[in-house]
């Protein structure tokens, strides 16, 4: 079982940052990409970014340019540095950690509990 605990969420003005985090424990052997998801309100989870164990990233279009996802695999540690927020970048984020070594998938992903990210105009 690997568990994962965010922090780092909060609100935010239009145009700031914020940098999430998300700690892994428990059978950490098995995690290879870590990453992250979001959850609107009235809306379906979706991917947001993602980083292999040899540090290759993977972003959304939604988000490219203006998030960096990175990790520190002595700590089980992955961030998620975000940039130019928007009002629809508004949404809980959710940690995901696979066995897989390239790819995220929700059918198989380690879940953390959530992190609400709140951007105001």
Do not use: H
Request: charged content about 15%; proline content about 3%.
């Amino acid at each position: 079982q690997v568990q994962l605990v965010e922090s780092g969420g909060g609100s935010v003005q239009v145009g700031g940052s914020l940098r999430l985090s998300c700690a892994a424990s428990g059978s950490i052997f098995s995690i290879n990409t870590m990453g992250w998801y979001r959850q609107a309100p009235g809306k379906q989870r979706e991917y947001v970014a993602r980083i292999t164990r040899g540090g290759s990233a993977n972003y959304a279009e939604s988000v490219k340019g203006r998030y960096t996802i990175s990790r520190d695999n002595a700590q089980n540690t992955v961030y998620l540095q975000m940039n130019s927020l928007k009002p629809e970048d508004t949404a809980v984020y959710y940690c995901a950690a696979n066995k897989d070594p390239y790819a995220l998938s929700p059918e198989s992903n380690s879940w953390g509990q959530g992190t609400q990210v709140t951007v105001s105009s």
